[in-house]
């Protein structure tokens, strides 16, 4: 009753103070977006929505989620068995591997990112919004369902005639305002916690950031190395549908930020590279190659090669356009071009 009388107009209502009204307003502003910036960190996490209710409904079970492949991991896993299909020593099937053995391993800094992030961010998030708020709601309910009380005796006693009915409703002020201050004292010990829930929220923050620097600082590492690789697969540039060396030469653009890390990549130019290898093909001379990587020889055709060996390499009229002829004393027989860095 005396609600809806107050909503009508036609009773008085008892104000809270205005320190108290600010800690209620600075709760509110703090739980909307708690959960505002904890949902979305969700969706960067996991963009995927079937898979956040699939875990959700896990976690809600007890039990853990099935562990699947993630997006990087299953490129990776095609990216490799595709270029074992084409053949490692070809230089496409080559750089598929490489490329997927990199996107597996960001896969991996993705996990690191979603279980860190979870435990130091989403988790302290979550417990605000699902344990201190709550109690700060029903602290909340109770003192509104104490001022109505007071405000229902108070308006009793504005209406009380007899001297017996005022002495009661007098009494009854007396105790439904110390009940209602008792309330508000409460509440108000409990709101004043939001300014620690920032501290801690704070802390947290950090922690997140923390995490992603790490997670992007290994993406780059793991990229750059890649890109170090592809950037010694000279064939990369030569063609594996025979185009002249003319074709344009994919340039790899770095952010200045990251210039002076950048400073640490190979200073010969890929095109540098395509132009010596074009020259040896079209010409009968032989240059100096060193090898990149281990290779195993996969007929009595080809030449098995030790990684950082220095072999001698030439051309043969006819040969594919990923192999040259290489020599390492007596020995002799084909090589994939992609193991291979020209020396001058």
């Known amino acids: 009753l005396q609600f809806t009388e107050e909503k009508l107009g036609q009773a008085e209502k008892t104000e809270l103070d205005a320190h ?3 800690l209620l307003s600075k709760a509110e502003c703090t739980k ?3 959960e505002k910036i904890m949902k979305q960190t969700e969706v960067l996490l996991q963009p995927n929505p079937n898979a956040r209710i699939e875990e959700f409904v896990y976690e809600k079970l007890d039990r853990k989620a099935p562990s699947r492949m993630n997006n990087p991991e299953l490129l990776g896993q095609y990216m490799v ?3 074992n299909e084409f053949g490692p020593g070809t230089a496409y099937g080559n750089a598929l591997i490489k490329c997927g053995e990199t996107q597996k391993r960001i896969g991996t800094a993705d996990r690191e990112l979603i279980q860190t992030s979870a435990i130091n961010f989403l988790t302290p998030l979550r417990n605000f919004i699902e344990g201190d708020y709550k109690t700060i709601t029903k602290e909340r309910k109770l003192l509104q369902n104490k001022r109505l009380d ?17 002495a009661a409703s007098e009494q009854e002020v007396r105790i439904t305002q110390s009940e ?10 409990l709101l004043e916690g939001i300014s620690s829930t920032h501290a801690h929220h704070l802390r947290c923050l950090n922690d997140f950031v923390e995490a992603q620097m790490t997670y992007y600082a290994q993406c780059y590492q793991y990229m750059l190395d890649l890109q170090k690789q592809l950037g010694s697969f000279p064939s990369t540039f030569l063609s594996n549908n025979n185009q002249s060396s003319t074709a344009p030469v994919q340039s790899f653009s770095t952010p200045s930020v990251l210039a002076s890390a950048s400073a640490s990549l190979p200073s010969v130019s890929n095109s540098i ?7 040896l093909k079209s010409s009968s001379g032989s240059r100096k190659a060193r090898v990149l990587y281990d290779y ?3 007929n009595s055709s080809e030449l098995s090669l030790l990684a950082d060996e220095v072999i001698t390499v030439y051309s043969i009229p006819g040969m594919d ?3 040259l002829m290489g020599e390492r004393g007596n020995q002799k027989g084909k090589v994939p071009i992609t193991y291979l860095e020209l020396l001058n």
């Not at 005796?153 to 005022?166: D, F, P, Q, S």
């Not at 209602?180 to 010990?189: C, G, N, S, V, W």
């Not at 590279?273 to 020259?279: A, F, R, Y």
């Open 150 to 166: 007071l405000d229902a005796a108070k308006t009793r006693l504005k209406k009380a005639k007899v001297a017996e009915a005022r």
């Open 273 to 279: 590279v395509t132009s010596g290898l074009s020259e």
């Open 321 to 323: 356009s990923d192999w």
């Open 20 to 22: 108290l009204e600010n």
């Open 81 to 83: 068995d595709a270029g």
């Open 180 to 189: 209602f201050d008792r309330q508000a004292e409460i509440t108000r010990l």
């Open 32 to 34: 909307l977006w708690t």
């Open 296 to 298: 195993d020889a996969a």
